[in-house]
């Protein structure tokens, strides 16, 4: 399972997923620093990513698409917590996710809530 995060999310994340054993990209380490939402959810389908983001277009676009892939973990009010909080959420409800994420969810998660939405979107 490999994570891509997304340009709104910091590339320090990667070091703490990497410790708890998930390979992840920056979305700067794929040359898609400036790149479209809908140019990053085509490379994280192509590559097999999930992606990680704060964005909430991600989940709307693979909505409207009814889209089965690219999984994503939607990020939510976490713009107030330290760097250190946000890997620690993460790290702390992934293994709670993953075998939804290997079929295609969106899951959205917060400090206080965690909703998951299989794919497609009906």
Known sequence: MKFLLDANLSPALISPLAEAGYSTAHVVDLGLLSASDEDILRRAEDDGYIVITADS???MMLALRRATTPSVVHLRHINE???????ALLVANLPTVLNDLNKGAIVSLSPTRMAVRGLPIA
């Open 81 to 87: 917590l330290a760097l250190h909080a946000q890997s």
């Open 57 to 59: 277009d991600f989940p």
